[in-house]
């Protein structure tokens, strides 16, 4: 299990717009960074805490999470409820907030919600003639499958037109996979050909590309060549190897 860590989403901005000070105050921290839920475990408990300087009132929305061509898809739903659904965290504060699992687990791939906490607007202040920035964070919400569920990833390669490298990721498991990095690497050779950062999330059954330039100093290897590619990802670190097509 990934250790739990504590998500910052700090902002200390001042900027002049037109004349008009826009500021925020406010800094969401909320732990654990994602929750899972099961069969077993139909409640996980999330704190959400306000290391600002202003009392923070937070409005919390579930939606159910998909992704198409790469892309997110949020549409909103009753499967996960997130209480309290609006609270107030005063400066050095927390509060709990427990998400719950309204509907039975799929039997045989996981399902995916995203729990987003928007900041909602303070009551207006004669002292203060600006606008105020509002935080919107999210963490995923995982219900694991009756049957184990694990991500398992096919990788493929491909020119372009331009000479650019094409890197291709399909998830064809029953689970989410998020990639850190990846790094790749001709055989034999000592130093990797490129490091791909990334922290992107790819759910099962669903495909990530990313472009990799050109460039003189660094050019794409050639059709025909094979690629060795490490992945650091939250279900541990995988290898593979690739064909690079044209």
Do not use: C
């Not at 899972?36 to 300087?53: D, F, H, P, W, Y």
């Amino acid at each position: 299990m990934l250790k739990r860590e504590i998500i910052q989403a700090a902002y200390g901005l001042f900027l002049l717009v037109a004349g008009v000070s826009v500021v925020s105050a406010a800094s969401i921290g909320v732990s654990p960074v994602r929750a899972t839920l099961s069969a077993n475990q139909k409640i996980e408990t999330i704190t959400v805490r306000n290391t600002g300087t202003e009392p923070m009132s937070v409005q919390l929305e579930v939606m159910s999470w998909s992704q198409q061509d790469g892309e997110d898809v949020f549409t909103a739903t009753r499967e996960v409820l997130a209480n309290p659904p609006i609270f107030t965290v005063p400066p050095g504060g927390s509060q709990l907030v427990r998400a719950g699992l309204r509907r039975a687990p799929d039997a045989r791939r996981e399902l995916t919600y995203r729990i987003f906490l928007q900041e909602l607007p303070p009551p207006p202040s004669p002292d203060f003639n600006g606008a105020k920035m509002l935080m919107r964070v999210s963490l995923p919400v995982f219900v694991l499958p009756e049957v184990a569920a694990q991500p398992a990833l096919r990788w493929q390669a491909a020119r372009t037109s331009d000479g650019a490298l094409k890197i291709s990721l399909t998830n064809i498991g029953n689970a989410h996979v998020q990639i850190a990095n990846f790094s790749l690497s001709l055989p034999g050779s000592a130093q990797p050909w490129i490091t791909q950062q990334s922290s992107t999330y790819v759910l099962h059954g669903q495909s990530r590309d990313w472009i990799l330039p050109a460039n003189a100093e660094n050019p794409s290897p050639p059709p025909g060549a094979i690629l060795q590619i490490f992945a650091q990802t939250d279900a541990g670190d995988m290898e593979a190897e690739v064909l690079i097509t044209p």
